[in-house]
């Protein structure tokens, strides 16, 4: 009978050992569970500045880029008027009189005042 006892101790004790590591395992995978949720929450924590940052510098970009046409364009517009200062007496003539205000005889002007904006 002692032996019987003994054995049915042992299993006992082995149930309670069993169950001491069903629980472990639990607390263990939730640990894990947490500490996973913690690593990626820092990690999107630490993306937000960097995609704030990102965004504004493509919002400068584009406005860089805005700026660099409008210079093209006007830089342009003056070679292609400065060429034809250089070559075309006519235009000359024209834009001369135009700043000058003058005119020749017996030619009328008609100038349209715009409202300022």
């Not at 250089?86 to 030619?107: C, S, T, V, Y």
């Amino acid at each position: 009978m002692a032996a019987a006892r003994k054995k049915q101790s042992s299993r006992v004790k082995l149930k309670r050992l069993e169950a001491q590591t069903r629980v472990i395992c639990t607390f263990n995978r939730i640990i894990f569970g947490v500490m996973a949720l913690v690593l990626a929450m820092a990690v999107v924590a630490s993306a937000l500045p960097q995609k704030r940052h990102l965004t504004e510098m493509e919002d400068k970009l584009q406005r860089t880029l805005r700026e660099e046409t409008k210079i093209k364009a006007e830089l342009e517009y003056r070679e292609t008027e400065h060429k034809a200062m250089k070559d075309d007496p006519e235009f000359l003539k024209l834009k001369a009189r135009d700043r000058l205000n003058l005119r020749e005889q017996g030619e009328k002007i008609y100038r349209i005042k715009r409202e300022e904006e």
